[in-house]
């Protein structure tokens, strides 16, 4: 079975870089047609798809967040790592990290249309 845990710092302050870190186990990141995307929902609010990174290495954003967002992968530790720069109050989130198979999903509507996904981490952005 895929997992897969977030890890991040709890609380950041605004301006700073956001960094955060999936950890998958069960399948390697790399697997064909593997879509390991970033997501984020804010309190009360629905959820907001940020980024994919495909299993060749392919980067697709949101125009939301496209100019202060960067994803990447470790394949060698099979991790997937999300930066968001210059954050703000509003980038408050229980953020996840989440896979599909076959094809990629852009605009969800909640935790289950992606295959899996992890237990999220809250990040509260606050001074």
């Known amino acids: 079975q895929v997992q897969l845990q977030e890890s991040g710092p709890g609380l950041v302050k605004p301006s700073q870089t956001l960094t955060l870190t999936c950890t998958v186990s069960?399948?390697?990141?790399?697997?064909?047609?593997?879509?390991w995307n970033w997501i984020r929902q804010p309190p009360g609010k629905g959820l907001e798809w940020i980024a994919y990174?495909?299993?060749?290495?392919?980067?697709y954003y949101s125009l939301v967040f496209k100019s202060l967002t960067s994803i990447s992968r470790d394949t060698s530790n099979n991790q997937i790592t999300l930066q968001l720069r210059s954050v703000t109050p509003e980038d408050t989130a229980v953020y996840y990290c989440?896979?599909?198979?076959?094809?990629?999903?852009?605009?969800?509507?909640?935790?289950?249309?992606?295959?899996?996904w992890g237990q999220g981490t809250q990040v509260i952005v606050s001074s």
């Open positions: 989440a896979l599909t198979n076959g094809v990629a999903v852009v605009m969800p509507h909640r935790l289950s249309d992606y295959d899996s």
């Open positions: 069960g399948a390697s990141i790399t697997t064909s047609k593997y879509y």
């Open positions: 990174i495909g299993y060749s290495g392919y980067t």
